[in-house]
């Protein structure tokens, strides 16, 4: 009876680490991914920038959503990211944030 309970314990440990594996490492999902395929353009494919542009891959979903937002706002000086960013409503900042926060560097 207790090798049962154990082996129960077991696999319902085992799984439960694998459902909230799989939350934390969920890859983003299409609409986050189509957000941003217009950056690659200067920000390279899924943000590893590599022509001195800034490198969005790993970025901080809160700074990268902070900056956007102030790009839009115009508090934050740009050359075009200005233009860009008004194209996007806040909730499309954090689904881009999202896909690049999952990026690796």
């Known amino acids: 009876m207790k090798s049962i ?4 314990i077991t696999i319902a440990c085992v799984v439960g ?4 594996s799989a939350a934390v490492f969920a890859a983003p999902d299409a609409r986050s991914r189509n957000l941003t395929a217009s950056c690659a ?3 390279g494919t899924n943000g590893h920038s590599v022509n001195g ?6 970025m ?3 700074m990268f959503v902070i900056q956007m937002k102030d790009f839009k706002s115009g508090t934050r000086p740009a050359t075009v990211m200005h ?3 008004k194209g996007y ?3 499309e900042f954090e689904k881009m944030a999202e896909f690049f926060a999952a990026q690796h560097r």
């Open 53 to 58: 542009t800034p490198v969005l891959a790993a």
């Open 60 to 62: 901080d979903k809160k």
């Open 89 to 91: 409503s806040d909730e």
């Open 41 to 43: 353009a200067c920000h």
């Open 17 to 20: 680490w694998t459902l909230v």
């Open 5 to 8: 309970r154990l082996k129960t």
């Open 83 to 85: 233009q860009h960013a």
